[in-house]
């Protein structure tokens, strides 16, 4: 997409702003209706607020991630990321998701657990949280292997914590290392758990790194058969994958941790669907505007957010182990923060430099 400086940063929130008021309508409808109230109402309005404020602290760091792939993206291919992939995102992993969660753990069909979400919250609440470790261990083996596959690049030549990025780039020629590192991880975790949890947790954190692998060969098979066909550059259907698989789990921890809020799912989905919304006009804005070009740091702190976001997800899946959202939500808005303040001083130290010069 090309720089457009005209355009204001309300402008690219417009959609947002249309969707908030969609949503808080709708959240107030849905507490006068279920609750009868105006202090059940108001409730109701104040958990979708907080819930859309969640999903945006905890999606600071997919934005990002998001922008730096869909620059690469064919102009066609970040369309239909933009339009298509909100869909996917706001209906898919806000509404679908949860109940299939449902559908596989109780064993009913999606109208029963529909059905189930409306007239049984607390014993839907129950199921999903019981699915929370599985779910935890294979969101969080994906994104460490997202943040480690940044990291262990030997063509990375800007590192903004020396220390260890140095060190990540003189071993990123040996095959597989990021694989290696990960499963060490698993295992370390899996230790701490009791028996019956541990291979659970093992399996989970399998798929979770086997689907990062296939969606890599899947997306790079895609990619190569596009521009043979078309000549088209690279970032078609493959990348599209990939972004939306990397969407699913980063919303894993946000989904569930909603329940901690409310036993509703319609209230959650509104909630985490009017923070979806901000999020994709958020990725828009950097693309088009090409924030990552000018702010050099700006990616590290997003991948550092993601590497830290996977272990609290690993930590979650111990015995008595909570860490609230909100935490880490501020955790990763405060690491995107603190890398863009790194980038500014940078650029002032360093007037006239190409930010991505070494």
């Known amino acids: ?152 690049d030997h063509e990375k030549d800007i590192h903004w914590v020396a220390s260890i990025e140095n060190w990540a780039a003189r071993y990123s020629s040996i095959r597989g290392i990021e694989i290696a590192v990960v499963l060490c991880i698993m295992l370390a975790f899996s230790r701490f758990l009791p028996p019956e949890y541990a291979q659970t947790f093992m399996n989970s954190a399998i798929w979770g790194l086997l689907t990062f692998l296939l969606v890599e060969v899947l997306g790079g098979i895609l990619d190569k058969n596009e521009e043979a066909m078309s000549g088209a550059a690279k970032g078609g259907l493959g990348a599209f994958l990939y972004l939306e698989v990397l969407d699913a789990s980063f919303s894993f921890d946000g989904v569930i941790g909603a329940f901690a809020l409310t036993h509703n799912l319609f209230i959650i989905a509104i909630g985490l669907g009017v923070g979806a919304m901000y999020v994709r006009s958020m990725t828009i804005m950097l693309v088009e505007r090409g924030t990552l070009t000018q702010y050099r740091y700006l990616e590290h702190g997003a991948f550092y957010a993601i590497l830290i976001l996977s272990v609290i997800m690993f930590l979650q899946c111990l015995p008595g182990v909570a860490i609230p959202e909100v935490i880490t939500g501020l955790g990763g808005a405060t690491l995107i923060g603190i890398a863009l303040w790194s980038s500014i001083r940078w650029n002032k130290a360093n007037p006239g430099v190409d930010v991505h010069s070494h």
């Open 1 to 152: 997409m090309t720089t457009a400086p005209q355009k204001s940063t309300l402008s690219y929130l417009t959609w947002a702003f249309v969707s908030t008021v969609i949503g808080l309508g709708l959240g107030a409808w849905l507490g006068w209706e279920t609750t009868g109230t105006i202090g059940g109402t108001l409730t109701i309005f104040f958990i979708v607020a907080v819930l859309a404020v969640l999903e945006i602290s905890l999606s600071f760091d997919n934005a990002i991630v998001n922008a730096n792939k869909l620059k690469d993206m064919t102009p066609v291919w970040q369309r239909r990321f933009l339009t298509w992939g909100i869909l996917i995102a706001v209906f898919g992993m806000r509404i679908v998701f949860p109940v299939l969660i449902v559908v596989v753990a109780a064993n009913v069909g999606p109208w029963e657990a529909m059905v189930m979400a409306a007239s049984q919250p607390d014993e839907y609440s129950r199921i999903m949280h019981d699915a929370h470790l599985p779910i935890a261990a294979f969101g969080g083996a994906f994104l460490m292997m997202v943040a480690l596959k940044f990291f262990f």
